[in-house]
T-cell receptor, first 112, second 113 residues
Framework: DQQVKQNSPSLSVQEGRISILNCDYTNSMFDYFLWYKKYPAEGPTFLISISSIKDKNEDGRFTVFLNKSAKHLSLHIVPSQPGDSAVYFCAASIQGAQKLVFGQGTRLTINP | KAGVTQTPRYLIKTRGQQVTLSCSPISGHRSVSWYQQTPGQGLQFLFEYFSETQRNKGNFPGRFSGRQFSNSRSEMNVSTLELGDSALYLC????????????FGPGTRLLVL
């Protein structure tokens, strides 16, 4: 039972444009969401997070949007840069549970 | 500040053997979690330790165990290895239990032959 889903295995975007990565979840108990970036042969790197009491959080070029009614979150990267090419994972948790449930990941490729 | 470190980085074992992986969290971090990453199942939570006690556990068989020491360093052990245990094992640390942002190490790549 996949509680967190990233339905796009891959995404290709032109350098300088906006990258939008999507994530859906099924468990309404989730109240904290995170995005991680992963390069080959490295562990995931934390990017940005959002609590369920918010619907938007920004950090530089990265913005996460949360739509609780649709159980959907998205990560916007503007402008996209070649160094953004990586696999992106969304993760969800219930505060206090200290357990992250991950999606399957989306491979983002930024083309020059 | 140094990040999460894991040793060894690569390991080859045969079926039936056991293996111990080590993780040193970021200095000052007291919660350590372990995850398994495989192509088929993705990233899955194994367990979490805080104050030398297992606080949360994922859905893995009892062959997977762990412990945490008083300096917050952690080890995980897999006994009676199976081919399906071949995976990337990731350790993550966070400042305290209940702080949900976790910082990951580079992982240990285990191959079971």
């Amino acid at each position: 039972d996949q509680q967190v889903k990233q339905n796009s295995p891959s995404l290709s975007v032109q350098e300088g444009r906006i990258s939008i990565l999507n994530c859906d979840y099924t468990n309404s108990m989730f109240d904290y969401f995170l995005w991680y970036k992963k390069y080959p042969a490295e562990g995931p790197t934390f990017l940005i997070s959002i609590s369920s009491i918010k619907d938007k959080n920004e950090d530089g070029r990265f913005t996460v949007f949360l739509n609780k009614s649709a159980k959907h979150l998205s990560l916007h990267i503007v402008p996209s840069q070649p160094g953004d090419s990586a696999v992106y994972f969304c993760a969800a948790s219930i505060q206090g549970a200290q357990k992250l449930v991950f999606g399957q990941g989306t491979r983002l490729t930024i083309n020059p | 500040k140094a990040g999460v470190t894991q040793t060894p980085r690569y390991l080859i074992k045969t079926r039936g053997q056991q293996v111990t992986l080590s993780c040193s969290p970021i200095s000052g971090h007291r919660s350590v979690s372990w995850y398994q990453q495989t192509p088929g199942q993705g990233l899955q939570f194994l367990f979490e330790y805080f104050s030398e006690t297992q606080r949360n556990k994922g859905n893995f068989p009892g062959r997977f165990s762990g412990r945490q020491f008083s300096n917050s360093r952690s080890e995980m052990n897999v006994s009676t290895l199976e081919l399906g245990d071949s995976a990337l094992y990731l350790c993550a640390s966070s400042l305290e239990q209940g702080v949900l942002v976790q910082y990951f190490g580079p992982g240990t790549r285990l191959l079971v032959l």
